[in-house]
């Protein structure tokens, strides 16, 4: 009979109740606010990519015709918001025939650092453009 007294009494007690929820959600909080400046970093690295080779494509359509060389120092000077390092080498392949046509692919290894360490992340983009032979 005493035991269920205290209980009663205890379920009653609303003291703590405020750092009991913050403890529940404090863990939820902290996570979101570490996702989202990582989320914006991947987005700018991808947004990144895909306007460097958005415009070697581009490019790469000009007359007269530029050389792989060309598209190639195109993209070194265009990498836009890119850590160089990171870069992995961009491919240019001309495809000869009827269409003619560049592909360009690049890619991208952006490193997250999280609290509890750093995942890295291989991002590519491929660009596909019709030229004049």
């Known amino acids: 009979m005493r035991f269920l007294r205290l209980l009663c009494k205890l379920a009653l007690d609303c003291r703590g109740v405020g750092v009991l929820e913050f403890a529940l959600v404090a863990p939820v909080l902290l996570g979101m606010l570490i996702a989202i400046p990582a989320l914006g970093v991947l987005f700018y690295a991808q947004a990144g990519l895909r306007s460097t080779v958005e415009d070697a494509a581009r490019y790469a359509t000009t007359w007269p015709k530029p050389s792989e060389a060309d598209i190639q120092a195109r993209i070194a000077a265009k990498r836009f918001g ?47 453009a019709y030229v004049i032979s």
């Not at 160089?84 to 997250?112: E, Q």
């Open 82 to 128: 890119m850590e160089p390092a990171n870069i992995v080498a961009p491919t240019v392949t001309f495809t000869s025939g009827t269409p003619s046509y560049v592909t360009i692919t690049m890619g991208y290894n952006l490193t997250i650092n999280y609290v509890l360490g750093s995942k890295t992340i291989a991002l590519s983009e491929t660009r596909r």
